[in-house]
């Protein structure tokens, strides 16, 4: 049974947790390898609970509110770690002087977050090229414009797009100059409709055409997204020897998860479509492509929907993960993150055990669906088929600064009807996930291998 934790009763708890110290000296050093077992022998998530979360309303006194906040926090990861598999943080008496579990979490905020998925995935993308994003954020902005009530909306948005113009025409040639050679005539074909397109979004402002605007700016910011992806020349790092047998998303993939809704009036079933990405996370995506072209996850329930987090990928059985045919064990994958300013992503341990307490993960727990690896709470390398979508966001896990980041393997986010998620529930049935694009990228399928 799931054990539930109140601000007031993390020392308590302390003592009686089992911790696996793991100190890493330096980026380059592994500190598992994939496939070493865990010092705990569990299930990765217990598999519902109809206690309600009241620790996400913990009772915070004004006196002493910052140091109170992070005692919370630091609570409350510890909960979620015995209710969702999750990682508990390093609590002792002596590892807290030495070495706080958490930073201050002023250091995790660093302006409004971005909490929409496609620019998240957008912002990801190994490129560097100024003068598109001078022209993507503009339109991005509309999105808060359109806040504003009525047909005001439209003076804001027409500044918008006549600001996302200019910087177009104005960075056109840099635009066209930072594409790929090999993918230079698509990008330019791309940059024709995206001009095309702002004229078009141009005029809808004029006629004072409100509700045709959001449906443009998504295709033009699709425009945007696809052109700097065409700015990608080849993969951009090397993954490490010990991993380069493994399969493999170097770019980017989507699928469709098709789930079967039970007892909604209102619903019966939903599409999820849902961008992976191997650039940032090669191993974890990779893994998940090739379990979902095993058809791994057709006919799974949804194991866990609790306002927090929905999840899925405990087959039956006693395994708690995917069991490889070709031998007989349970295939897991290394914790896996980027973090802004690094060209390649950490393996093998959190942030937090390196010490990155101020570093930002390029794929970060700020959107509705986020989706991200589920393991073994005391073992970093023990992820394998059970996947979750965030879903809560608490005054203590903000986009940001949540206490999830850097601690699992975040690796897509849903982008179309991720608003529904919250409408799973335990026991609805995933009937199929297609992958819809980038399977080309794919390296080292053992689903061909099996036949």
Known sequence: MAAFISCNCYSSLAAAKLVCPTSPTNRTRFVNGPNSSSCWTRRLVPKCSSKKLERFQPQIEKKGRFSSLKECAISIALAVGLVTGMPALDWSPNAYAANPALPELSVLISGPPIKDPGTLLRYALPIDNKAIREVQKPLEDITDSLKIAGVKALDSVERNVRQASRAFKQGKTL???????????????????????????QQIVED?????????????????????????????????????????LKG????????????????????????????????????????????????????RADGFVVQTGDPEGPADGFVDPSTGKNRTVPLEIMVEGEKTPFYGATLEELGLYKAQTKLPFNAFGTMAMARDEFENNSASSQVFWLLKESELTPSNANILDGRYAVFGYVTENQDYLADLKVGDVIESIQVVSGLDNLINPSYKIAG
């Open 208 to 248: 004072r055409n409100r509700d045709a605007v959001a449906p443009k700016q998504k295709e033009l910011l699709q425009y945007v997204g696809d052109v700097e992806e065409d700015m990608v020349d080849g993969f951009p790092f090397e993954v490490p020897e010990e991993y380069q047998n493994m399969p493999l």
């Open 175 to 201: 635009i066209i100059s930072g594409l790929a050679e090999s993918k230079k005539d698509h990008g330019v074909e791309l940059l024709d409709k995206l001009e095309a397109g702002m004229d078009e979004l």
């Open 252 to 303: 980017r993939a989507a699928v469709d998860m098709k789930v079967k809704i039970k007892d909604n009036p209102n619903l019966d079933e939903c599409v999820f479509h849902i961008v992976l990405d191997g650039y940032n996370a090669p191993v974890t995506a990779g893994n998940f492509v090739d379990l979902v072209e095993r058809r791994f996850y057709d006919g799974l329930e949804i194991q």
